[in-house]
């Protein structure tokens, strides 16, 4: 059977053409797939490819949660495919995180919203920090330690030589639970405390530690445990 073609299709149905006619921004999330995916396989379009991916996963924040090995098992989606995907949802986390530094952080909402552009899919345990100035500006946003699917590893000497480096007035502590239930646990209770006296020793102020679950977060400033 002859390959299907996108350029066969009317052209006011073709994605590119369609990103050039009405804009990006006015594209179906099945269209801007399509246009990094670029070819389909056999009787399947591009087009046909991202209607099928988005089926399987429902979303495009459950697609950028996938791994080069998740996306492969799509047909007509390879390694080079998968690469570019991935890259195309880095860049979009990337440019997030510039537009989000220098913003001034004056509750734990304003560091939530920082935190979900850093933590937003992640299928491991992240712990990073906020690097704030004396006027709680954002300097800066380092990550501490990735963990497995379920715990991260903190070292508090490495996350205070780093704020030390950025010559931090103030850190916020946050890491994400895979899980989706930004609950804290017992050892993230006792890892905070510890953190917090350290940073009363080296005149860091510990503001806050806010755990980021699925559509949700935890302060636990605003729970008056720190």
């Known amino acids: 059977m002859e390959?299907?073609?996108?350029?066969?299709?009317?052209?006011?149905?073709?994605?590119?053409?369609r990103g050039l006619d009405v804009g990006m921004n006015n594209l179906s999330d099945q269209e801007v797939l399509a246009i990094i995916i670029r070819c389909g396989y056999r009787e399947h379009t591009a087009l046909d490819v991202s209607v099928n991916l988005l089926h399987k996963y429902g979303s495009l924040k459950n697609i950028n949660k996938l791994t080069v090995e998740d996306l492969c098992k799509i047909k007509g989606i390879g390694k080079d495919k998968s690469l570019m995907l991935m890259a195309a949802?880095?860049?979009?986390?990337?440019?997030?995180?510039e537009k989000e530094h220098k913003k001034q952080i004056l509750s734990s909402k304003d560091a939530s919203i920082v935190l979900e552009?850093?933590?937003?899919?992640?299928?491991?345990?992240?712990?990073?920090?906020?690097?704030?100035?004396?006027?709680?500006?954002?300097?800066?946003?380092?990550?501490?330690?990735i963990g497995s699917l379920n715990s991260s590893i903190v070292h508090p000497r490495e996350l205070f030589k780093t704020a030390i480096n950025k010559s931090a007035a103030g850190i916020i502590l946050a890491h994400n639970h895979p899980s989706g239930d930004a609950t804290p646990s017992k050892e993230d209770i006792e890892v905070t405390k510890r953190i917090k006296n350290g940073g009363q020793l080296l005149g860091i102020d510990v503001i806050d530690h806010i755990i980021i679950g699925d559509n949700c977060y935890y302060s636990f400033k605003e729970e008056k445990i720190i």
């Open 89 to 97: 949802f880095e860049i979009g986390r990337r440019s997030t995180i």
């Open 117 to 145: 552009s850093n933590l937003r899919g992640l299928n491991k345990e992240h712990f990073l920090i906020l690097i704030l100035n004396t006027k709680n500006f954002l300097i800066g946003i380092e990550t501490i330690s």
């Open 3 to 17: 390959k299907k073609k996108i350029k066969d299709m009317p052209k006011y149905l073709r994605p590119r053409e």
